[in-house]
């Protein structure tokens, strides 16, 4: 496995930035490939009257594999990265070898989760991000609040559109423990100990749905560890591809 490539897919509202404290270590050891994901960062938002789903983000990272003349990766995410990955897991098995999933579920979207995605996407649509995205989601974002103001930076510089499009996106993503279930590969589950959106116990329903697994979970991080915890989450990826 040291010999494949890992793909890692950034949270929302993010970019592939949020990946900046942890790339140099791990690509001192791995080809690592950061993109950043449709309508973030600094991929366009295609133009498309299709209802937004992780199904056509997927099509994007294999276009990506593609490009890139790869015929599989280890591929990873954190949280939305995470649903993206469980999503390219299920349209294509054949292209990755192994997961690392941080700080991210298998479970959709509960009632109440949906309805919040919802409103996020029309006030995004409304009044863009900044001033009120970051303020909103920081506090469940992070434990450890060194990070935040690069968190609040990455949050404010994204587009509107990309922001509402992911929102949907994730609202309308199905529940994905089937599709861990029905997998072979190998997978490394990373999760903060204080993460309050996808929490332990959420890592622990992966694991248990997976046939080879190991879990990794991080003293005082929230849900974004490699912010938190980049060493922490340096070691967890290469002590177990090694």
């Known amino acids: ?6 793909l890692l897919l950034h949270a929302f509202p993010l970019d592939a930035r ?20 449709r309508g973030l960062g600094r991929s ?3 133009e498309t009257d299709r209802e937004p789903s992780l199904d056509d983000a997927a099509r994007d990272v294999l276009a990506l594999l593609d490009r890139l003349e790869l015929d599989e990766v280890v591929l990873g995410g954190c949280s939305m990265g ?29 009632p109440e989760a949906a309805e919040n995605r919802l409103k996020v996407a029309e006030r995004a649509e409304a009044e863009g991000v900044q001033g009120w ?23 404010d510089a994204q587009s509107p559109a990309g922001v509402a499009w992911a929102a949907r996106a994730m609202r309308n993503r199905p529940d ?22 996808t929490p ?23 849900h974004l560890t490699p912010l938190e915890d980049p060493a922490g989450v340096v070691e967890a990826i290469l002590g177990w591809f090694a």
């Open 1 to 6: 496995m040291t010999e494949l490539p890992l």
């Open 18 to 37: 949020m990946w900046d404290l942890v790339r140099a270590p791990l690509a001192e050891r791995l080809r690592l490939i950061t993109p950043d994901q």
């Open 44 to 46: 366009p938002l295609p």
């Open 82 to 110: 995470g649903y993206l990955a469980l999503a390219v897991l299920k349209a294509a098995p054949e292209r990755v070898a192994g997961l690392v999933l941080i700080d991210t579920k298998a479970m959709a979207d509960t």
């Open 133 to 155: 995205l970051a303020d909103a989601i920081l506090p469940n974002l992070l434990h450890n609040q060194e990070p935040a103001e690069r968190v609040r930076e990455l949050i």
């Open 176 to 197: 994905s423990l089937d599709v861990l279930r029905k997998s072979d590969v190998p997978a490394l589950v990373v999760v903060g100990a204080e993460d309050k959106l």
């Open 200 to 222: 332990v116990e959420e890592a622990g329903k992966m694991v248990d749905a997976l046939d080879e697994a190991t879990l990794v979970v991080l003293p005082g991080a929230g």
